[in-house]
């Protein structure tokens, strides 16, 4: 690692801060730190923070200088910055963080010229189940397909709530070498009268008065896609208990056919007896053009709204299966 000064920028403070452990580490051992590294605001005094940058490492070979809340500096001092880093050979590794800059001015274009810039923005929500998976590994277990899906589901976009129900779940499993489907249904069931099971039931009994609030409330906190996403689960869940009915399958017995935690398994089977066969094709054909429509642009709000409305305004031959588990 060279003393290329480094740019960290981007809201997703998770993965900032793993970023910045991770230069750090690069940088310096463990015994070097209390003296070799120092962690400062941007407000700190120019004249200070410049001084610190452009001291010799103490009894090691680097020295580390951590520069937090870049976007608070105040522009004349950002000016004083600039010619410290276009000037070059500084004694001292510079890290710098900053939640966001405006990339048109001097300071972004500097570093773009002579440092580094590691993007920490907010995963786009195809890539949050492989990165769940990946934190499931990490953690020394094997997630089974599906798992890492529900999870991201359940959990929303937010990679520090991400991984904070990756521990949960691993805590839960113990010993067990894999995180299943039902493991994360069990602890998310835990949880309280979350908004996201609040819609998915809501709309698997046809209740839009119901789904439509739950979904607003949603939105706040997690991806449309993410949403669809759950929506397309369950109706694929009630799907298999609707081919599954004339089995007449015990609870125990019905949870592991669909691999579900039992309560919802008592849920999906009650839904299922208010389709009919033939409606399971329009109803992921709405689904599917939904995904499509969200995706190429339309407001996936809107888009979201009337893909409920519809699925909950679907014929049903058994209208006492609405409200079921409430």
């Known amino acids: 690692m060279t003393n290329q000064p480094t740019l960290i920028v981007g809201e997703e403070s998770l993965l900032a801060e793993e970023a ?17 590294l120092d962690v400062l605001e941007a407000a700190t005094p120019v004249r200070d923070l410049l001084t610190r940058l452009d001291t010799a490492p103490f009894f090691g070979p680097r020295r580390v200088v951590v ?36 990339r048109r001015r001097r300071l972004f ?18 890539d949050l189940p492989p990165w769940v998976a990946e934190r499931i590994t990490l953690a020394g277990k094997r997630g089974v397909p599906g798992a890492a899906e529900s999870l991201v589901a359940l959990a929303g976009g937010s990679l520090r709530d991400l991984l904070h129900e ?18 994360v249904e069990t602890i998310a069931s835990r949880l309280g009268d979350a908004s ?16 439509l609030p739950a979904l607003h409330d949603i939105l706040g906190t997690h991806e449309p896609l993410q949403v669809l996403f ?21 609870g125990p017995v019905l949870a592991d056919r669909l691999s579900v935690h039992p309560y919802v398994a008592r849920k999906v089977s009650d839904q299922a007896r208010g389709y009919r066969a033939e409606q399971f ?15 190429s642009g339309s407001p996936a709000r809107l888009v979201l709204e009337m893909l409920i409305v519809r699925l909950c305004d679907a014929d049903r031959p058994a209208p006492a299966s609405r409200g079921v588990g409430r």
């Open 281 to 295: 094709p329009m109803i992921f054909e709405a689904v599917e053009g939904a995904d499509r429509a969200i995706k």
């Open 109 to 126: 274009q500097t570093f773009r010229r002579v440092g580094v810039i590691i993007e920490c923005r907010p995963l786009p929500a195809r």
């Open 20 to 36: 910045l452990e991770r230069l750090i580490a690069q940088a310096l051992i463990p015994e070097d730190r209390a003296l070799n």
């Open 67 to 102: 520069v937090r809340r870049l976007e608070a500096m105040r522009d004349v001092d950002q000016e004083a910055l600039i010619g410290y880093l276009e000037r070059g050979d500084s004694p001292s590794v510079g890290i710098y963080v900053a939640e966001e800059l405006d």
């Open 166 to 183: 990756v521990m949960k779940v691993v805590a839960y499993v113990g010993d067990r070498p894999q995180v299943t489907v039902a493991d």
């Open 230 to 250: 759950m929506i397309a689960r369950q109706f694929r869940l009630i799907l298999r208990a609707h081919a599954l009915a004339p089995q007449r399958l015990s």
């Open 196 to 211: 996201i099971f609040t819609l998915v039931d809501a709309v698997g009994s046809g209740r839009a008065a119901v789904a």
